[in-house]
């Protein structure tokens, strides 16, 4: 099948502040892929000045939340089909792409003075859409360890997720942009400024899907939606409640434990899915579900990313072991919690499959 990767438009850089962009609609897409480039000044320090310490996942931590909004035909209520933050999709690429995307920090950090001049730091964080993988004849016949499968797994669009932009008007991107301290802390004032930034937003596009067909024509595909929600955490607690969105079907919730602004394995002792408060769905402690997450991934227990635990429903990527919250009075994280040695917050990403 035809895959078109091309420029589609590039989000203008503003620190501390939020950008719209509308975006052209084309084609049916797989993913957009966000690519970051920024340039950031440096002085001369002199004695006692700090360029500060890099923090952790720079610089994809400038980017505080991408949003992508869409408008239905016919509707005046817009919808989100992704919120997310370059951050967490930097982490989340770790188990779904077999490694890290593009996350390159050029800035200085430290006491060592580099002289006046600019560096230039690099990211590209991906949208996807597509579950599963786009194919020919959409056809798996290997696990994503590479191992053959015992029955192939075939599917037909309506299983699949893409996004079709041509459905909704207008369709926004909305790029959270943060500040020089989301690079560096407790850099000396003056000492690092964020000079320009851009945000380009290539699209890998399917042609030939839906082309020339009307909107009442073309394949209704489902969404892949991504929300995130965040908790803070100021004691021990044996039923720390999140709640989880409900009326769709829940594909895969990823648990970001921080403690005094460090991930950590050791803050969530057990984390419960209790569905209608008398139903639980899963009861297991943090690390077995990291066990259970390098298993399905195959990753190495000791490569997992720290303080990451990911719940997936979806083990054969077909769409079809979807946690069902279409009809359900409440669902929700109950998490067996630690006290902070510092200021500690849980934050997750939940993936929802819905109609488009």
């Given at each position: 099948m035809l895959q078109e990767l091309k420029l589609l438009d590039t989000v203008a850089f503003k620190e501390?502040?939020?950008?719209?962009?509308?975006?052209?609609?084309?084609?049916?897409?797989?993913?957009?892929?966000?690519?970051?480039?920024?340039?950031?000044?440096?002085?001369?320090?002199?004695?006692?000045?700090?360029?500060?310490?890099?923090?952790?996942?720079?610089?994809?931590?400038?980017?505080?939340?991408?949003?992508?909004?869409?408008?239905?035909?016919?509707?005046?209520?817009?919808?989100?089909?992704?919120?997310?933050?370059?951050?967490?999709l930097i982490k989340q690429?770790?188990?779904?792409?077999?490694?890290?995307?593009?996350?390159?920090?050029?800035?200085?950090?430290?006491?060592?003075?580099?002289?006046?001049?600019?560096?230039?730091?690099?990211?590209?964080?991906?949208?996807?859409?597509?579950?599963?993988?786009?194919?020919?004849?959409?056809?798996?016949?290997?696990?994503?360890?590479?191992?053959?499968?015992?029955?192939?797994?075939?599917?037909?669009?309506?299983?699949?997720?893409?996004?079709?932009?041509?459905?909704?008007?207008?369709?926004?991107?909305?790029?959270?942009?943060?500040?020089?301290s989301d690079l560096r802390g407790s850099a000396t004032a003056g000492v690092l400024t964020l000079k320009s930034g851009e945000l380009k937003v290539v699209t890998l596009d399917l042609p030939e899907i839906n082309a020339g067909k009307s909107l009442n024509a073309r394949i209704p595909f489902m969404i892949n939606r991504e929300m995130s929600k965040e908790a803070t955490n100021t004691g021990a607690s044996t039923d720390f409640r999140i709640d989880l969105p409900k009326g769709n079907y829940i594909r895969k919730i990823t648990i970001h434990a921080i403690d005094n602004s460090a991930y950590t394995n050791s803050i969530i002792n057990n984390v419960k899915i209790v569905v209608n408060e008398n139903l639980n769905k899963v009861d297991a402690s943090?690390?077995?579900?990291?066990?259970?997450?390098?298993?399905?991934?195959?990753?190495?227990?000791?490569?997992?990313?720290?303080?990451?635990a990911i719940i997936d429903f979806d083990e054969r990527r077909d769409l079809k072991g979807l946690l069902d919250v279409t009809n359900v009075d409440n669902v929700r994280l109950s998490l067996d919690i630690n006290a902070p040695t510092g200021t500690s917050k849980v934050r997750i990403v939940v993936q929802e499959i819905t109609p488009q």
């Open positions: 501390s502040d939020i950008v719209t962009e509308e975006l052209p609609r084309v084609f049916v897409s797989k993913k957009f892929q966000l690519r970051l480039k920024l340039t950031v000044t440096n002085t001369t320090l002199t004695t006692g000045q700090t360029y500060g310490t890099a923090i952790a996942d720079a610089p994809a931590t400038i980017i505080k939340r991408i949003d992508l909004r869409v408008v239905g035909q016919g509707k005046t209520k817009t919808q989100l089909m992704k919120s997310i933050s370059a951050q967490d690429s770790t188990y779904e792409n077999a490694g890290v995307q593009e996350n390159v920090d050029n800035a200085p950090s430290g006491t060592t003075s580099t002289g006046a001049g600019d560096t230039i730091s690099y990211g590209s964080y991906d949208l996807n859409f597509s579950i599963p993988e786009i194919a020919p004849m959409a056809f798996e016949s290997v696990d994503r360890a590479g191992r053959a499968l015992p029955v192939p797994n075939i599917y037909s669009p309506k299983d699949m997720t893409l996004f079709d932009p041509l459905v909704y008007n207008p369709v926004e991107l909305i790029v959270t942009w943060g500040t020089i943090f690390n077995q579900i990291r066990n259970e997450n390098a298993k399905m991934y195959a990753i190495p227990f000791s490569q997992l990313q720290t303080g990451i």
